[in-house]
């Protein structure tokens, strides 16, 4: 079992930046791998950005390439995403997602284990 909480979320214009936190705790962070979603009202929970178990493999959504980075801190049992140039389209509950094994996946059904989500709002 993996517990996750999500913090960091909140209001900001359009063109700011938010860092979002996910803490586990549970069964050995260093052996899952990890990954966040975002789902907008009356849309798809989609994929945003995934991170293997090492850190050492990263892969990204297209709607986000190029201005969110997703990092994970093994030794603090934390994972990251640094949001920056925020668009109103990025207005979402973003959920951090854990599943078993070292990669990631873009599929949410490959995960078993969720936080409980943390509102981002982006205004224009």
């Known amino acids: 079992q993996v517990q996750l909480v999500e913090s960091g979320g909140g209001l900001v214009q359009a063109g700011g930046s938010l860092r979002l936190s996910c803490a586990a705790s549970?069964?050995?962070?260093?052996?899952?791998?990890m990954a966040w979603f975002r789902q907008a009202p009356g849309k798809y929970r989609e994929f945003v950005a995934g991170?293997?178990?090492?850190?050492?493999?990263?892969y990204y959504g297209d709607s986000v390439k190029g201005r969110f980075t997703i990092s994970r801190d093994n030794a603090k049992d934390t994972v990251y995403l640094q949001m920056n140039s925020l668009k109103p389209e990025d207005t979402a509950v973003y959920f951090c997602a854990a599943r078993s094994g070292s990669s990631y996946s873009t599929s949410t059904s490959a995960y078993p284990y969720w936080g409980q989500g943390t509102q981002v709002t982006v205004s224009s």
């Open positions: 549970g069964r050995t962070f260093s052996s899952v791998a």
């Open positions: 991170i293997n178990w090492s850190g050492g493999g990263t």
